[in-house]
């Protein structure tokens, strides 16, 4: 399993952008998903997760401004960010606990790569 995270970008302060993150495979459950972020010299944090009943949490942060979303067509989840400011600048990861049908005999942790949010003033 692969997680491919996508989305990133330069964005003037106060504007949107919509992180992407999908799960590559067959046969996949997908548990509790969640997006972090690092901003340099700071410490990876959450900023939100779908749990696996599908309860929605938000850092303080970013409560009001950002959605997390899981596409229930597929593997994926997207994170729609609004009223962008200075403080949201991060490389954002996706997380997804996944069980792997078939092959796991239970659910396990995956990553992306990162993706680089960039607020300019």
């Known amino acids: 399993v692969q997680l491919q995270a996508s989305g990133g970008g330069l964005v003037q302060s106060g504007g949107s952008l919509r992180l992407s993150c999908l799960a590559s495979?067959?046969?996949?459950?997908?548990?509790?998903i969640r997006w972090f972020r690092q901003a340099p010299g700071k410490e990876r944090e959450g900023v939100a997760c779908i749990s696996f009943d599908h309860h929605t949490e938000y850092a303080d942060s970013v409560k009001g401004r950002f959605t997390v979303s899981r596409v229930k067509a597929g593997n994926a989840m997207n994170l729609q960010m609004n009223s962008l400011n200075a403080e949201d600048m991060a490389v954002y990861y996706c997380?997804?606990?996944?069980?792997?049908?078939?092959?796991?005999?239970?659910?396990?942790?995956?990553w992306g790569q990162g993706t680089k949010v960039t607020v300019s003033s």
């Open positions: 997380w997804m606990n996944i069980w792997v049908r078939d092959v796991d005999d239970r659910a396990t942790d995956h």
């Open positions: 495979g067959s046969a996949l459950d997908l548990y509790a």
